[in-house]
């Protein structure tokens, strides 16, 4: 585990962490005027190894060598030269930090972090960090790299979870969630149940590896929520023709891959992004990892959950109610999370990926994402 402190005065900027991976969903702009959530679990931090926020430059001012050097292989609508290595907390696990009201720049419900650091430290006054709540945004707190450092928690174990361990404590993510609106609609509703932004996210950055994964044909996935969820953009995005790629789920716990599956959807590990690897014969399938709670729910679903009970119920008692109701809508995939991460695959300067790239033109991939 870890504290921040002030880079200026060493003042302690936060409670004691451990850190995770980013989650896919960290620069997510989910619809208009939505009330999403905190972004980061109580007692986390992840780190964005790339920069993000302003200054921007169009990618045409962008050299190719530069970009090739920043892991970026497609063009892209801008760049950021913002400093690389942003740290994101919980805003509740932020200590000794006022927000500076000339920074308070957003768009109409909240702080966006437009103007730059918004947040300094209480005691030398050093621009610290970033508060963004404004709608449609994840509720965070991106402390700045360069004015913070991190100091170790002493007696902390930092050794990575096991996987055993990963499936003892960790949990799946539901699928479909309420979803609140910060104004009503013409209908006078604020809110209803919508497939789970969490998964958008994470699901446009598996079905970018999962292009990549193709080399160029078909691919099929597991009937059901799988299905659900990658099928419909795989058919839209790939030729029909070729004998199809197979992707099957695998990861702890599931029997062992067939043999002749070609792609393998597997978990990548909370805390280092690792994906889980086979041993055996299906060591050979190309691995696509999934964000682990969305691969959790797609091969451990819980169906039919009730509401926990509230008030003094008695341990392990449940009230009877209905399961989420299912969207209406098909799924739809995170466009902007998608395109991030397939413009970072070097696959995407093959011949056959360029196919893919112009589809993308097309007003038909509006209907998948």
Request: one cysteine or more; a negative charge.
């Amino acid at each position: 585990m870890f504290v921040f402190v002030c880079a200026g005065c060493g003042a302690t900027l936060t409670a004691p962490l451990s850190q995770v991976v980013l989650p896919a969903h960290a620069h997510q702009q989910y619809g208009n005027g939505i009330q999403l959530p905190v972004l980061m679990e109580p007692g986390t931090f992840a780190v964005d190894p790339e920069p993000w926020g302003p200054p921007w430059r169009r990618w045409e001012e962008v050299d190719p060598e530069e970009a090739e050097a920043r892991g970026i292989y497609a063009p892209v609508a801008s760049v950021s030269d913002g400093a690389p290595g942003a740290i994101v907390v919980s805003p509740g696990d932020v200590r000794g930090t006022l927000l500076i009201p000339e920074k308070a720049g957003g768009y109409c419900c909240g702080l966006t972090g437009a103007d730059g650091p918004n947040m300094a430290c209480e005691v030398c006054g050093l621009a610290v960090a970033v508060r963004i709540d404004d709608c449609s945004l994840w509720q965070a707190v991106w402390l700045a790299p360069d004015a913070v450092r991190r100091l170790p928690v002493d007696g902390a174990d930092a050794e990575p979870l096991s996987w055993g361990q990963v499936m003892a404590e960790g949990t799946g993510t539901p699928p479909f969630e309420p979803v609140t609106a910060v104004w009503g609609s013409r209908l006078g509703l604020n809110n209803w149940w919508s497939w789970s932004p969490r998964w958008e996210a994470a699901a446009g950055r598996a079905l970018a590896h999962l292009l990549a994964a193709s080399e160029g044909r078909p691919v099929t996935v597991p009937d059901g929520l799988v299905n659900e969820v990658f099928q419909r953009a795989l058919d839209a995005l790939l030729p029909g023709g070729p004998p199809a790629r197979r992707a099957v789920l695998a990861g702890p716990g599931l029997p062992a891959p067939d043999p002749d599956a070609d792609i393998l959807l597997v978990p990548a590990h909370p805390q280092t992004g690792e994906p889980w690897t086979p041993g055996g014969p299906a060591a050979s399938a190309c691995p696509v990892p999934v964000q682990f709670g969305v691969w959790r729910w797609l091969a451990y679903p819980e169906r039919g959950l009730p509401v926990p009970a509230s008030g003094r119920m008695p341990d392990g008692v449940l009230r009877d109610e209905s399961p989420a109701p299912h969207p209406h809508d098909f799924f739809r995939a995170d466009r902007r999370t998608f395109e991030h991460a397939l413009v970072r695959l070097p696959v995407v300067r093959s011949p056959w990926m360029h196919e893919i790239l112009d589809r993308l033109k097309q007003p038909m991939t509006g209907s998948i994402f």
